[in-house]
């Protein structure tokens, strides 16, 4: 790592401006997209592209294209519409199992034919402790899962450890997707993170991890029929060298544009933006474990000194959203609870909770991960400013690339992310702050207070929505009252293309979902 200097202070009303000056040229030369060849410039990329290793915004992007999972959502209905995926029926025959009938005839992308095994391989691999690679997906989603039951080739057996209110909706979740097991066990668990086998309409031609991933069309998937012939997704990190490439027409399809960098699409004729404050907060991580963070009043002050309408109108022209509490509006009633306010900016109280703290100057290091998290690096700028106003000696530390393994030893402020994996409380909690969490696991998250296991059992298992909605509000209570990590805002980003692309943001799927399948994206003459 190495520190991140700052030469300027009181920055936060003018960081927004910052990305305007100089325009890095991409390439020269225009190339004509053809409808069936879509090329997506990407921020961030990938090191591989298991479907149960990959739980990232980056791996977001890639997954829906190349997998299938059990059961299968309406990209749009909220609430969420279930639909057979690679199972036609499902039923619970016990309170702790899920029977599911498999499709029969599905081809992988390997030539073989899925069935019963391939399903107890690709989810029972995520349950082995020993095997870092699916810890992530593990705890974020199937802690609960105790094993899977071949029946028959085409019948499952879904067993939980106590009764899941919440089995379709994580059976749905893309990291339940199923894989070739006859494939991994050839090539190896590394080998086919780079060469990966799904069921998907489209299979992986060519993908060299971090830089470019290839999709071809998959002739023989037992669906719709694919509508592209070939995506492929290329890294271009910087901003205006994305918005560079997009109206050069060296790729047809953008992500991650800011309000402040829209003007450069918009007066480009032959383009348009869709944009949303989509249900994503970026989040810093307080280490709990480290000494200078024990303290719960000097975690407070932190909060408190962070002025969040500040940062969503420098950073977001005001169309982000600054959070009055860890939820979204997109649970819907009886989960989403709008009478909360918790993130309050009060500078004074800061100080006082600095001083009961017994705060004495000490330095306050903030890693940062430049580029991964759109205009992350302002966003430290400004909050460095707001908190040296009221006494803490801070010092911002860039780290490169992002890994949620990265050594925290000496770091008190890590960056983080948490979308709404789908549209329930633990979407956004269970899918973070489990016990399961690396957060957890690594220490930086300790929740040490007498209720907060018991409340948060109830938010998460409890058979009655009422019942988890109670248990929920008393969990964010309790939350406000830890105060271990800082909620910043809930970012306004765009995606660009080619007017004659018809896209819509999935909202039933996880933010930055990219969906390209059959009825998810269209083209018109022009």
Same mark, same amino acid.
């Given at each position: 790592?190495?520190?991140?200097?700052?030469?300027?202070?009181? #920055?936060?009303?003018?960081?927004?401006?910052?990305?305007?000056?100089?325009?890095?040229?991409?390439?020269?030369?225009?190339?004509?997209?053809?409808?069936?060849? #879509?090329?997506?410039?990407?921020?961030?990329?990938?090191?591989?592209?298991?479907?149960?290793?990959?739980?990232?915004?980056?791996?977001?992007?890639?997954?829906?294209?190349?997998? *299938?999972?059990?059961?299968?959502?309406? &990209?749009?209905?909220?609430?969420?519409?279930?639909?057979?995926?690679?199972?036609?029926?499902?039923?619970?025959?016990?309170?702790?199992?899920?029977?599911?009938?498999?499709?029969?005839?599905?081809?992988?992308?390997?030539?073989? +034919?899925?069935?019963?095994?391939?399903?107890?391989?690709?989810?029972? /691999?995520?349950?082995?402790?020993?095997?870092?690679?699916?810890?992530?997906?593990?705890?974020?989603?199937?802690?609960?899962?105790? $094993?899977?039951?071949?029946?028959?080739?085409?019948?499952?057996?879904?067993?939980?450890?106590?009764?899941?209110?919440?089995?379709?909706? #994580?059976?749905?979740?893309?990291?339940?997707?199923?894989?070739?097991?006859? =494939?991994?066990? !050839?090539?190896?668990?590394?080998?086919?993170?780079?060469?990966?086998?799904?069921?998907?309409?489209?299979?992986?031609?060519?993908?060299?991890? &971090?830089?470019?991933?290839?999709?071809?069309?998959?002739?023989?998937?037992?669906?719709? !029929?694919?509508?592209?012939?070939?995506?492929?997704?290329?890294?271009?990190?910087?901003?205006?060298?994305?918005?560079?490439?997009?109206?050069?027409?060296?790729?047809?399809?953008?992500?991650?544009?800011?309000?402040?960098?829209?003007?450069?699409?918009?007066?480009?004729?032959?383009?348009?933006?869709?944009?949303?404050?989509?249900?994503?907060?970026?989040?810093?991580?307080?280490?709990? $474990? =480290?000494?200078?963070?024990?303290?719960?009043?000097? /975690?407070?002050?932190? &909060?408190?000194?962070?002025?969040?309408?500040?940062?969503?109108?420098?950073?977001?022209?005001?169309?982000?959203?600054?959070?009055?509490?860890?939820?979204?509006?997109?649970?819907?009633?009886?989960?989403?609870?709008?009478?909360?306010?918790?993130?309050?900016?009060?500078?004074?109280?800061?100080?006082?909770?600095?001083?009961?703290?017994?705060?004495?100057?000490?330095?306050?290091?903030?890693?940062?991960?430049?580029?991964?998290?759109?205009?992350?690096?302002?966003?430290?700028?400004?909050?460095?400013?707001?908190?040296?106003? +009221?006494? +803490? &000696?801070?010092?911002?530390?860039? =780290?490169?690339?992002?890994?949620?393994?990265? *050594?925290?030893?000496?770091?008190?402020?890590?960056?983080?992310?948490?979308?709404?994996?789908?549209? *329930?409380?633990?979407?956004?909690?269970?899918?973070?702050?489990?016990?399961?969490?690396?957060?957890?696991? /690594?220490? #930086?998250?300790?929740?040490?207070?007498?209720?907060?296991?018991?409340?948060?059992?109830?938010?998460?298992?409890?058979?009655?929505?009422?019942?988890?909605?109670?248990?929920?509000?008393?969990?964010?209570?309790?939350?406000?009252?830890?105060?271990?990590? +800082?909620?910043?805002?809930?970012?306004?980003?765009?995606?660009?293309?080619?007017?004659?692309? *018809?896209?819509?943001?999935?909202?039933?799927?996880?933010?930055?979902?990219?969906?390209?399948?059959?009825?998810?994206?269209?083209?018109?003459? /022009?």
């Amino acid at each position: 790592m190495k520190p991140f200097i700052i030469t300027r202070s009181r #920055l936060v009303l003018r960081v927004a401006g910052l990305l305007m000056a100089g325009c890095a040229v991409f390439a020269s030369g225009i190339a004509t997209a053809q409808v069936r060849e #879509l090329r997506v410039g990407v921020a961030s990329h990938v090191r591989s592209l298991d479907v149960q290793e990959e739980t990232g915004n980056n791996g977001a992007q890639f997954l829906h294209q190349i997998y *299938d999972t059990l059961i299968e959502r309406d &990209n749009y209905a909220s609430p969420l519409r279930f639909m057979p995926g690679l199972a036609t029926s499902w039923k619970m025959v016990a309170p702790t199992t899920m029977e599911l009938r498999l499709r029969d005839g599905v081809v992988m992308h390997d030539g073989t +034919i899925m069935d019963a095994q391939d399903v107890k391989f690709s989810l029972e /691999r995520m349950l082995d402790p020993k095997e870092p690679r699916y810890s992530s997906t593990r705890g974020r989603f199937f802690y609960n899962l105790k $094993s899977v039951e071949v029946v028959d080739r085409l019948t499952v057996r879904v067993h939980t450890h106590r009764p899941d209110p919440l089995l379709e909706t #994580l059976l749905s979740a893309r990291n339940a997707g199923i894989t070739s097991r006859e =494939h991994v066990e !050839k090539v190896g668990k590394d080998k086919s993170g780079l060469f990966p086998v799904g069921s998907g309409p489209y299979r992986v031609q060519n993908f060299r991890p &971090n830089e470019v991933a290839v999709l071809v069309r998959h002739d023989r998937f037992w669906g719709e !029929k694919p509508p592209l012939d070939r995506i492929t997704y290329t890294r271009i990190p910087e901003v205006a060298a994305r918005i560079t490439a997009l109206v050069n027409r060296e790729v047809d399809f953008i992500t991650n544009v800011p309000p402040d960098q829209e003007g450069a699409v918009s007066r480009v004729k032959g383009f348009k933006l869709v944009g949303s404050a989509a249900p994503v907060f970026h989040v810093w991580v307080i280490n709990m $474990s =480290h000494p200078l963070m024990a303290s719960p009043d000097m /975690r407070k002050a932190l &909060n408190l000194a962070v002025d969040r309408e500040a940062l969503v109108k420098a950073l977001w022209n005001g169309r982000g959203i600054a959070p009055k509490a860890h939820q979204f509006k997109e649970y819907g009633a009886p989960m989403y609870m709008p009478d909360l306010d918790f993130y309050r900016y009060d500078p004074k109280q800061a100080q006082a909770l600095l001083k009961k703290a017994g705060y004495k100057g000490e330095t306050i290091n903030i890693m940062f991960f430049p580029e991964y998290y759109l205009y992350g690096n302002y966003a430290a700028v400004a909050v460095a400013d707001m908190w040296k106003r +009221i006494g +803490i &000696n801070v010092k911002l530390l860039q =780290h490169e690339p992002v890994f949620s393994n990265a *050594d925290h030893t000496n770091i008190q402020i890590r960056p983080w992310s948490n979308p709404l994996y789908y549209p *329930d409380p633990m979407g956004v909690f269970d899918t973070h702050w489990s016990d399961d969490s690396w957060v957890t696991k /690594r220490g #930086l998250w300790k929740p040490d207070h007498p209720q907060w296991k018991a409340t948060y059992e109830k938010a998460r298992f409890a058979p009655e929505p009422k019942e988890r909605a109670a248990a929920y509000r008393k969990l964010l209570q309790l939350s406000d009252q830890l105060s271990g990590w +800082i909620v910043l805002y809930q970012p306004y980003e765009s995606v660009a293309m080619r007017d004659d692309i *018809d896209w819509r943001v999935p909202t039933a799927q996880r933010p930055y979902e990219l969906t390209f399948r059959a009825g998810q994206i269209s083209f018109r003459s /022009r």
